[in-house]
């Protein structure tokens, strides 16, 4: 779907060019790592094993703050803005001791909690290996060396894969001693990615590094807000996980279950990430220039919406059809009326989370990093008290439930802030505009779900949405045809 972008070269011609490359590279890699690779390994080592595994992930990835705080963000924006594109002194060190402290508050949690200790430990590497690799690109995106943070992108997962395919065509996968496998080829994968990206940020280094005027204190409390947005985003997207294995009858397993369906949308959630990684240092540049944001937003909605409008009703329409394809092909999985319920909530989750990838990025550029992490608070409360109600009544149903109603209410905000600050028009014409795609795009999967409900349907609803979502950006024809005039 990338690719017709590329006919809008009349409209930021360098942000879509790096985009599509951007959205190529990792669409070949990713998801063939979600789809293939952690589809194979769940099914080989069973829902209460792969659970257990989810389960200390998500604990390590709620934690993962104290790996950032808010450093990846500060480095791009400086190197984006300072003479030279020279790197701050003094922020590799400090994240040095940030990822100490990660590795013993993560390691205490997961011990109290008696989790696997060579799990746990082998998560815990994982996560701070991919932790330094972000630094790292942090400097090649405030060089705006898209490209080649593209390629970082991916490395670690492109080495796991090869790895990993081996090992599942020889069978090699199973049981415990195939889940440390798993977790062993990430290890390598992730080593190559950091090793990558630190050569590629030294070798561009050509003056010696800026010198920051805060020490490190000073410089953690500055970061204090985006590092509470950060946590709370963290905790109220991973939250469920955690709470599914208490609250939900049959704990792990159930956890097993939630990540069949959100294996989807962490899939999807690819697209709008890697947008907003571009996004925070061009709008960062855009500030400082005193510069209109509102079409570059407005492109960026339509974007997010060709994606998101087939997805939404994708999990309406097609859920079952999609789940029997990846889980249930060898008879070992029967899909259930839950999972389909699951799956459909959580393609819906999607629309809002990758609006946040807009707004809320456009917000933290623009430094409201304060009014964001009060927000993020509040959302974390609502998840909280959601699942505390929904979990023992609907399992992971309920938690699909929870975080799709708090991430609606963190976009609404998000977007009711934006446009107060004049960074973005909703106006009638963009709404009816808007409404008149939806509707389209309903009518198109409806009419061919009611014809043919099995994959093929899906093809064809996609197929046909395709063709129809490109009006989403007629300004961009007609500005294009003009050009050629």
Not at 240 to 252: F, H, K, N, V, W
Request: hydrophobic share 55%.
């Amino acid at each position: 779907m990338a690719f017709f972008f590329i006919f809008f070269v009349g409209l930021k011609r360098a942000f879509l060019g790096n985009l599509i490359f951007l959205q190529t590279l990792n669409w070949l890699i990713k998801p063939v790592w979600i789809f293939f690779i952690e589809v194979a390994v769940q099914k080989n080592v069973g829902d209460a094993l792969y659970g257990q595994y989810y389960g200390i992930f998500g604990l390590a990835l709620l934690f993962n703050i104290l790996l950032d705080f808010g450093l990846n963000n500060y480095t791009a924006t400086k190197v984006a803005s300072a003479p030279g594109h020279t790197v701050p002194s003094g922020v590799f060190g400090l994240r040095m001791w940030l990822a100490i402290a990660y590795v013993l508050v993560t390691a205490l949690f997961g011990l109290i909690q008696n989790m696997n200790v060579y799990m746990l430990g082998l998560i815990i590497l994982n996560q701070v290996l991919a932790g330094f690799t972000l630094y790292f690109r942090a400097i090649l995106q405030g060089r705006h060396l898209f490209k080649t943070d593209s390629i970082a992108s991916v490395a670690d997962r492109f080495v796991a894969v090869a790895l990993l395919s081996w090992l599942i065509a020889g069978n090699g996968l199973q049981g415990e001693k195939g889940l440390y496998y798993f977790l062993l080829a990430q290890t390598a994968g992730y080593t190559l990615s950091l090793f990558f990206s630190w050569f590629f940020s030294r070798r561009q280094n050509v003056s010696e590094p800026e010198p920051t005027s805060e020490g490190g204190i000073s410089l953690l409390a500055s970061m204090r807000w985006f590092a509470m947005l950060s946590f709370c985003m963290a905790v109220f997207t991973r939250l469920d996980t955690q709470m599914l294995r208490y609250l939900a009858p049959s704990g792990e397993i159930e956890v097993g279950h939630y990540a069949r369906s959100f294996r989807f949308l962490d899939a999807a959630l690819i697209f709008s990430t890697l947008i907003s990684s571009q996004l925070l240092p061009l709008l960062s540049r855009m500030f400082s220039r005193n510069e209109p944001t509102d079409g570059l937003l407005w492109l960026n909605v339509r974007i997010v919406l060709f994606v998101a409008i087939p997805l939404l009703l994708t999990g309406m329409f097609f859920a079952k059809p999609l789940l029997d394809l990846f889980y249930a092909g060898d008879g070992k999985v029967v899909i259930t009326a839950s999972d389909v319920t699951v799956f459909g909530i959580l393609m819906s989750c999607f629309l809002p989370m990758a609006l946040v990838h807009i707004f809320g990025t456009w917000l933290t550029a623009a430094g409201e990093l304060k009014k964001l992490g009060m927000l993020a608070l509040l959302c974390v409360l609502v998840n909280a008290g959601l699942n505390l109600w929904l979990i023992p009544l609907r399992g992971a149903a309920g938690a699909s439930l929870a975080g799709l109603i708090t991430q609606g209410l963190f976009v609404l905000v998000c977007i009711y802030w934006v446009i107060q600050r004049k960074g973005f028009a909703l106006n009638a014409y963009r709404v009816l505009y808007l409404l008149l795609c939806g509707n389209a795009a309903y009518g198109i999967f409806s009419v061919v779900y009611r014809n043919i409900s099995d994959l093929n349907g899906f093809l064809i609803a996609c197929g046909l949405w395709t063709i129809t979502g490109v009006f989403l950006f007629v300004p961009e024809w007609r500005k294009w045809l003009n050009r050629g005039a």
